[in-house]
């Protein structure tokens, strides 16, 4: 521990001195990643890109798992500010609270990388930037892809997510935007299926019976793939074939919507990419070679997928997960 | 009792003609209470005398009545323990009312931290506190915990709490219950050089041994009322024993006759067989035969543990030295379970608390005992359950409505009856009846009694608490009395009185010596 | 399994609370009550209510006991949780559907024997011992799952989801299996005598011989066996094991279903069939809020009002004014006492 404080200080000593940038960067980089938890299939896939992704580019990872609580998040920085890293990685559970905890990580010298989630401040300089998916965007790429494919016109029924929460918010505003553009376009029912898939399925089965058996429901938009999955087993259920009687359109990319999409029962997914440490470890490295500040909001992809590639996208994606 | 010194200094701590009453019962009913300047003062007295509403009126947990209150001349009238003890009325209950999780410093400086720079100056708390501790020879880690500490040092901290916050008055709530003869001895050296400091302390305890080993004076109460004020020294213990029990008794009983043998009990062997049993803390060794067709009475003052012997038997608490012989053979008494294999059945003293299960139908409360001898896995069919609750119910005349009336609701007579039904529906070879009338009316009282002495006549083993002295006389064919929890003497026979259960009672201890005069 | 004790105004708010919450249903949504055959199994939102309705009812089920003996067991959910891994973890491994449902079925039996020397040998508190399997249980069933959804395709596990048997959806067969079950255990032995009287004074059962070390772990170990069971069903029906989310929240539902079904949380008198019906209430009242229509964010106020109908019914003070039943069996103790020669047989 102090072994590895001294060399840090030692190798944040030369760069403060201006030995020069070329030199610091035959230093291994030393990132230290404080990540939520392990609380969904997406949260460990990001944290294993993560890993991937620095060992790719030669960086020491450390991650230290908050566990969901961010008093932990904040011991979890100050003992990364105490070993002296190169640049701070947070994944925040909660938008509030970090100001204190922040100027400490800035007077010691150290870029913060917001990853995944914003956090609420009145000084955006306490961090250097946000990778972040733009949620309302996914639900706009999912609502016009929709659009698209029924020609502007198709009863909706939406399972949102927990209700309150950000994603949920987003998803369908960005939604909503498209519906609005198209007035052969209606939701016509919304429930919330707390992002899981018990909840999703136990929503479509009631959205099934209200309208009168499934016949009325052209599409089923999920905020993400879980609930689409449990939809699809209730449409199943149902005697309706999902895919075809009933369209399945979500949010996230998991690997079980490609399989569902390789087996012709779910039609689009948007991707909310897993590698949100990527795009933060080239713009630290470039910051780090020649100071170059990176824009404050980094938006990762959001891409469309589409049946004709799921199955070698499932193989893709299967071991990331 | 008034203050017969009407010179120039009032006594510490007078109380005039203090009453108080509870829904119409009249707890306190006019009594004095005087404590002078260094002094020991017991007070004492059975159940219900009053005791503890006395020491809760005068620190104003309770307000009182009527009546007054004056410390060395000061009217006073606190209303709680706190103002109390800034008026100099420190009380210590037998659970001290500290702090466990806090250190010792602290609970000693509880409310009143040196403070310095506006912080806890804790540097000068513990040296404090060590300084506050020493003269009472305790030298311990003040800043430990103080639940790490045995309650008789947890006393002697509570102790030290009230005299370094300046008490006049000390109020020892049985202090001694749960201690050991050598914590015992500890305690008393503390409190007889507060008495020479000039502290009045108040003394509450059932040991009459140590109200001779230690006590001045002695104030008696009895169902709320004043039975008198005595010096210790010309109170002789029989007369104490008397003014208790509220009994006038004959010069004639002050001897004890030494317990003769009856050759003609002996000749049967006992059903069960004690010897050398009994538990720390709790009740001294004693050894007793219960024989069939024998009624045992367990006779002393409160406190003197009669209720602890009864628990012992029944295995209801689990005795560490000792043997326990049924039929000659040795036995094993770890717990109830044990016990009602072995035949024995037992009615406890807090018949609501431990007895009854209240919310439960009288009739699932008679079958209770018998059902779990039998085992969860045969269970007695619903028929056989109604009739044994009904054949209870008529023989016993339980008076409830119908068998699945819950029990909480009948009356105390009847609840107890029912669980006598509970005890007898498993045909017990040993009844162990604690207080089997407390709180019942009359009536029942008699019909209780009447049982007791069929189901003897009918060959079954006996063992009664019981606190009516007449009423263990009328049944028993032996009485052991107890005095300081230590069985003091048999009577068999011809002995068994209740002028001789009052003398064993007040008999002095053999081997701690003569009281001072 | 409500006792003979109990008259029909005993139960009488239970019943009417669920025929109120599905008449209600029925007027917001006029097809409520239509059921038809699909694949061979029922389907209609009554059916609905009963099959979504299974894992609360089963956690229920065991809940009642731990509830009657003056206990309460909040790691339930979490051991749902437990179960579901376990079972789909094996399932995945490609291990057989016998073996897979005994190993889930011994985790719950294990984490019920633990609560139950916790409560029973330790003597902690209740809420407090199963706190610490509601923390931990979570997190052992995410290391299960290694922090991910793990979806099976073995039609046997998830026919116990999704099958039916006799057109019934095989969760409500479930339930109804191990409610007759559990009733049969507790009726037809001494075990319901045992776990009153413990839950009404564990004292004074104890004093009357009572094994309450034993009966403690008895009714948190069967608590255990129902909420793995419970996990089996919600696993199976979504033919994956969601470590995260499984029986969330859960515990709390179980709770208030025994409370609607009229066990006291202060213990003793119990009725099973009573707590099953109290979560098809709460049920009943989900599937009814989904299908009003009604925008999410009121499901929680609707809830909650209902629910506070439902137990204002029960209330003591309002019981008052409904009508007392008759007293079963009155037995006149006879003026004069025969003779008593009690030590005459019992």
Same mark, same amino acid.
């Given at each position: ?179 609005? @553009? ?16 018990? @909840? ?83 713009? /630290? ?37 | ?177 749960? /201690? ?99 538990? %720390? ?124 009336? +819950? ?23 040993? /009844? ?82 003569? +009281?001072?005069? | ?44 939102? /009554? ?6 309705? %299974? ?102 596990? %998830? ?86 989310? %499984? ?55 609707? @809830? ?20 007392? +039943? ?10 004069? +006492? ?9």
């Amino acid at each position: 521990m102090s072994r590895t404080w001294l060399i840090s200080a030692a190798a944040a000593a030369a760069l403060l001195i201006g030995l020069g940038g070329a030199q610091a960067a035959d230093k291994k980089l030393v990132v230290g990643f404080s990540q939520i938890g392990s609380e969904s299939g997406w949260r460990a896939a990001e944290t294993k890109t993560a890993k991937t992704e620095a060992e790719k580019r030669g960086i020491d990872l450390k991650i230290s798992d908050a566990q969901q609580k961010q008093e932990n998040q904040i011991k979890a920085v100050r003992s990364f500010v105490a070993q002296g890293v190169d640049a701070i990685f947070i994944a925040p559970v909660v938008a509030t609270g970090w100001d204190s905890v922040l100027k400490e990580a800035k007077e010691a010298k150290i870029p913060v990388v917001l990853l995944d989630r914003q956090i609420e401040t009145r000084d955006p300089g306490l961090y250097m930037t946000a990778v972040t998916s733009d949620t309302v965007l996914e639900g706009r790429v999912a609502g016009e892809w929709l659009a698209k494919q029924t020609g502007g016109t198709c009863n909706v029924v939406e399972l949102q997510g927990t209700v309150g929460s950000s994603p949920a918010i987003n998803r369908k505003k960005g939604f909503d935007e498209v519906v609005a @553009k198209n007035p052969g376009m209606k939701i016509i029912r919304t429930q919330s299926g707390d992002f899981t898939r018990a @909840k999703g399925k136990e929503v479509m089965e009631s959205f099934i019976k209200a309208e009168n058996g499934g016949k009325g429901i052209c599409a089923v938009y999920a905020h993400n793939d879980d609930m689409a999955v449990g939809a699809i087993q209730a449409i199943k259920e149902a005697g309706l074939k999902p895919g075809k009687d009933i369209l399945v359109v979500s949010i996230d990319g998991v690997p079980d919507i490609f399989k569902a999409m390789a087996d012709g029962e779910a039609n689009a997914t948007v991707e909310l990419t897993p590698n949100m440490a990527g795009p933060a470890f080239d713009a /630290l490295i470039a910051f780090k070679k020649d100071g170059k500040a990176p824009p404050k909001w980094i938006q990762t992809e959001s891409a469309l997928f589409t049946p004709d590639t799921a199955k070698a996208e499932y193989e893709r994606r299967k071991d990331a997960y | 009792m008034t203050d017969p010194t009407p010179t120039a200094s009032p006594p510490l701590l007078a109380i005039r003609g203090l009453s108080k009453a509870f829904l119409g019962v009249q707890a306190l009913d006019g009594v004095d209470f005087t404590v002078r300047h260094g002094e020991i003062h017991a007070l004492l007295g059975e159940n219900g005398a009053g005791k503890s509403t006395l020491i809760k009126t005068l620190t104003g947990v309770y307000q009182r009545d009527a009546g007054t209150v004056t410390l060395e001349g000061r009217a006073i009238a606190p209303r709680g323990v706190e103002e109390a003890q800034r008026l100099h009325i420190g009380t210590v209950y037998q659970e001290v009312n500290l702090l466990p999780n806090l250190s010792v410093a602290e609970n000693l400086f509880l409310g009143r931290q040196p403070m310095r720079f506006g912080l806890v100056d804790r540097g000068a708390m513990r040296r404090r506190a060590r300084a506050v501790l020493m003269p009472y020879g305790l030298s311990l880690d003040v800043t430990a915990p103080l639940g790490r500490f045995s309650v008789a040092t947890q006393q002697i901290v509570a102790i030290a709490r009230a005299v370094d916050m300046s008490a006049k008055v000390l109020i020892l709530d049985e202090p001694t219950a749960s /201690l050991d003869t050598q914590e015992v001895a500890v305690l008393f050296k503390v409190m007889r050089t507060l008495r020479s400091r000039g502290i009045g302390i108040v003394f509450v305890t059932h040991f009459l041994d140590q109200v001779y080993a230690l006590c001045d004076r002695i104030t008696v109460l009895r169902n709320g009322r004043l039975v008198g004020e005595r010096r210790t020294a010309e109170l002789p213990r029989l007369d104490l024993v008397a003014m208790m029990l509220g009994r006038e008794l004959e010069a004639a009983a002050h001897r004890i006759a030494l317990p003769a043998d009856d050759a003609e009990e002996d000749a049967r062997p006992p059903l069960v067989r004690f010897r050398g049993y009994g538990k %720390a803390r709790s009740v001294e060794p004693f050894d007793l035969d219960i024989r069939p067709g024998e009624v045992v009475g367990l006779a002393g003052l409160l406190g003197s543990g009669r209720t602890e012997t009864a628990r012992l038997v029944f295995g209801m608490d689990r005795a560490d030295r000792g043997e326990a012989a049924v039929d000659g053979r040795a036995v094993r008494l770890r717990g109830p379970r044990d016990a009602i294999q072995l035949g024995f059945g037992f009615c406890p003293e807090d018949r609501k608390k431990e007895g009854i299960v209240g919310a439960l139908s009288v009739r699932e409360n008679i079958i209770l005992a018998l059902q779990a001898r039998q085992g969860w896995l045969r269970p007695l069919p619903r028929r056989r359950q109604e009739e044994i609750a009904d054949r209870f119910i008529r023989l016993l005349d339980i008076r409830t409505p119908h068998a699945e009336q +819950p029990i909480q609701f009948l009356s105390g007579g009847n609840q107890q009856k029912a669980l006598l039904a509970r005890w007898l529906a498993t045909e017990p070879r040993l /009844l162990i009846l604690d207080e089997p009338t407390r709180g019942i009316d009359v009536g029942a009282h008699a019909e209780i009694i009447r049982l007791i002495e069929r189901l003897c006549a009918d060959g079954m083993a006996l063992l009664v608490v019981s606190s009516e002295l007449e009423e263990i006389v009328a049944y028993s064919r032996r009485v052991v009395v107890l005095r300081d929890r230590r069985h003091v003497a048999e009577l068999r026979g011809g002995e068994v009185a209740v002028d001789r259960i009052v003398a064993a009672i007040a008999s002095e201890p053999a081997v701690a010596g003569e +009281p001072r005069p | 399994m409500t006792r003979s004790v109990s008259g029909p105004s005993r139960t009488l708010p239970q019943y009417g609370a669920l025929a109120a919450v599905l008449l209600a249903n029925w007027l917001l949504f006029p097809d409520f009550f239509s059921i038809r055959l699909q694949d061979g199994r029922l389907f209609g939102s /009554l059916i609905d209510v009963l099959n979504r309705g %299974a894992p609360v009812a089963l956690l229920a089920i065991g809940m009642t006991m731990v509830i009657a003996t003056r206990g309460v067991d909040l790691s339930v959910g979490a051991v749902m949780a437990i179960s579901g891994a376990v079972a789909a973890t094996l399932t995945q491994a490609g291990w057989g559907l016998a073996p897979v449902l005994a190993a889930s079925l011994a985790a719950g039996l294990l984490c019920g024997l633990w609560n139950g020397l916790l409560v029973a040998v330790l003597r902690i508190q209740p809420i407090v011992a199963t706190l610490i399997l509601m923390v931990a249980g979570r997190g052992i069933a995410q290391l299960v799952t290694e922090g991910q959804i793990v979806t099976f395709t073995s039609p046997g596990l %998830a026919f116990i989801g999704s099958g039916s048997f006799l057109t019934v959806p095989m969760p409500v067969v479930i339930t109804a299996i191990l409610l007759g079950v559990t009733a049969l255990l507790v009726r037809m032995t001494a075990l319901g005598l045992m776990i009153e009287a413990v839950g009404v004074n564990r004292l004074s059962s104890a004093g009357a011989g009572v094994n309450t070390p034993v009966v403690l772990i008895a009714v948190y170990v069967w608590c255990g066996l129902c909420a793995a069971v419970a996990g089996l069903v919600v696993a199976a029906d979504i033919r994956g094991a969601d470590a995260n989310n %499984a029986g969330l929240w859960l515990e709390l539902d179980a709770i208030l279903a025994v409370v609607v079904g009229g066990t006291s949380l202060l213990g003793g008198r119990f009725g099973l069939l009573l707590s099953v019906v109290g979560a098809l209430t709460i049920q009943a009242m989900n599937t009814g809020i989904l299908l009003s229509g009604f925008k999410p964010e009121f499901n929680l106020i609707v @809830k909650a009002g209902v629910l506070m109908v439902v137990l204002l019914l029960q209330s003591p003070t309002l019981t008052l004014f409904l009508p007392r +039943p008759a007293n079963p069996r009155p037995v006149r103790a006879p003026a004069k +006492p025969e003779s008593p020669s009690p030590s005459a047989g019992a």
